[in-house]
Structure formats: C-alpha cells, structure tokens
C-alpha cells in the first residue's frame, strides 16, 4: 500500500510559468519531506526538503508547501525553464532514515 | 569523480542466473540503500545498512541478499534471477535525513 502518492503522471508547461506538482501521504508518522528531481539514464537529485515544523521552504525558484492537516504537500516552481524538464518524486521519512516515495510527476516545460 | 558508483550500469542476464550489482562511495556515510525503481511505482526499498554490521530487510527484500563490504562498499545480490525483476536499480548514501544516490543499474532478465 502505497502511502506517498503523487496522482499526476505528468504535467506540462510552458516555459517562463509556473510549475504545481502535488504530492498526498497517509502516515501520520511522516515528520520528514523531501522532493527529488530525476533525468534519464540518471539517478533522482535532491532537490529540497521540509520538516513538519514548517508549512513552507523555499530555495531560489522552488517552493515547497506542506498542509499537515490535509497530509498534502506541493512544489512550485517558478518561473519554469526548459531545464526542469524531468520526473520529480516526492518522497517522506517518519525519522527512521527510510524514505517512502511516489511514482514520480514527469514535467515537461514547452518553449 | 562520482561521489557514489554503480557496477554495471546496464545488464541482461537469463532466468535463474545469480547476478551482482555492486555500489560503491566517496562520501563517507554509514547508511546505505538498494532500491528498485518500476514504470509507475516509484522507487522500492530493498534492503538498507546503517553501518557495516547492521543489515535490515526493506519491503520488497525477497529474492535478493545483501552484503557490505566496508564502509564504501554495498552489493546486491540476485540469487536466482526471474523476469519479474527487471528494473533500474538505485544504491544511496544517507546523511541528515537526506539521500544521495547513484545513476542506477538497468537490469534485464530474459
């Protein structure tokens, strides 16, 4: 059972606008978020991260947003460039050093 | 240099062969992963090392073993390969709360 799940397979945007990627988890326990970026024939890069404490964290063009009462977290990326074009997996950790993740979001910027 | 390599990078392999996959790092960390990555289902845990002697099963470890060598080093073993373990293969390193991992392993098995 799946308990990190990220129910769109892909997004696409145009360059120069901004990207929404969601992510919803089920365990409570989960204290710890983190977003990671993959490109083919790569493996996944961190990208940023929060903890439960928070409701927001922001580095340069990504934002992560996380509503602890709705179990839901989501990324933002803006402006989005040719770039970001890659599969972005939202992953969670209940501070066991394990991370559960999701199927992964591909986007694809258009120019 | 890659701060964490994987051995090899591509493989196919036949039913009921025993396979290797070996990782290796640079960043001095003691927790390692092995995970799976599947069309649809994101990435699996296999089994994870907090340290040389600590070795834990993840939630799909059967059919595969583990071993760490040292430190830098963490293999996965595939006893007996069947098709349905055709996948990408990722190792990681760990450190505060966040994952660092290798360009994976596609593994084939016919």
């Known amino acids: 059972d799946q308990q990190v799940k990220q129910n769109s397979p892909s997004l696409s945007v145009q360059e120069g606008r901004i990207s929404i990627l969601n992510c919803d988890y089920t365990?409570?326990?989960?204290?710890?978020f983190l977003w990671y970026k993959k490109y083919p024939a790569e493996g996944p890069t961190f990208l940023i991260s929060?903890?439960?404490?928070?409701d927001k964290n922001e580095d340069g063009r990504f934002t992560v947003f996380l509503n602890k009462s709705a179990k839901h977290l989501s990324l933002h990326i803006v402006p989005s460039q040719p770039g970001d074009s890659a599969v972005y997996f939202c992953?969670?950790?209940?501070?066991?050093?394990?991370?559960?993740f999701g199927a992964g979001t591909t986007v694809t910027v258009r120019a | 240099d890659a701060d964490v390599t994987q051995t090899p990078r591509n493989r196919i392999t036949k039913t009921g062969k025993r396979i290797m996959l070996e990782c290796s790092q640079t960043?001095?960390?003691?927790?390692m992963y092995w995970y799976r990555q599947d069309p649809g289902l994101g990435l699996r845990l296999i089994y994870y090392?907090?340290?040389?002697?600590?070795?834990n099963k993840g939630e799909i470890s059967d059919g595969y073993s583990v071993s760490r060598q040292a430190q830098a080093k963490f293999s996965l073993s595939l006893e007996s390969a069947i098709p349905n373990q055709t996948a990408l293969y990722f190792c990681?390193?760990?450190?505060?709360?966040?994952?660092?991992f290798g360009p994976g392993t596609r593994l084939t098995v016919l």
């Open positions: 992953a969670a950790s209940a501070g066991d050093y394990k991370l559960s």
């Open positions: 365990n409570s326990m989960f204290d710890y």
């Open positions: 929060i903890s439960s404490i928070k």
């Open positions: 960043k001095g960390h003691d927790r």
């Open positions: 090392s907090f340290d040389v002697k600590d070795i």
């Open positions: 990681a390193t760990e450190i505060y709360n966040t994952q660092y």
